[in-house]
């Protein structure tokens, strides 16, 4: 979690995943577990999640994975999984925000196709927002 609030404490970490799971009820493509195939572990999560963003509940499109699978195009196939997913239960709008300096993470959202939109402020962290619709 090098580029948000770090790691989560077991509370915080079981009220995101409680979170989580109330979201995937609603929608599904929401967050879920990215897992290893080789070894069956989960490695970390791809999905959308909700946020307020200039005044409007939006939809955040994320993935995060532990540090030792990184690098692997987990993020990306999981991504399109998710997203191919989302193209056919979704007409809308969805956000990714990336840390500017995250290089690795931008090129995996432009690999899925979303386009930068702008740079803002939120929740306290300069990011460059990417947008993708789904018509």
Not at 6 to 15: M, N, R
Not at 64 to 84: F, K
Not at 91 to 120: C, H, Y
């Amino acid at each position: 979690m090098v580029f948000s609030n770090g790691v989560h404490d077991l509370a915080s970490a079981h009220a995101r995943f409680d979170q989580m799971l109330l979201t995937a009820s609603e929608l599904p493509f929401a967050k879920q577990p990215v897992i290893e195939r080789a070894t069956t572990r989960i490695v970390g999560y791809s999905g959308v999640a909700r946020f307020d963003f200039e005044g409007a509940s939006r939809l955040e499109f994320g993935y995060r994975l532990v540090p030792d699978a990184r690098g692997r195009g987990y993020a990306t196939e999981a991504g399109r999984l998710v997203l191919a997913l989302a193209a056919e239960t979704f007409r809308g709008e969805l956000l990714g925000m990336v840390d500017p300096t995250n290089d690795a993470s931008i090129g995996v959202i432009t690999k899925l196709g979303f386009g930068f939109w702008k740079q803002a402020e939120v929740d306290g962290y300069v990011d460059n927002l990417y947008r993708r619709a789904f018509p």
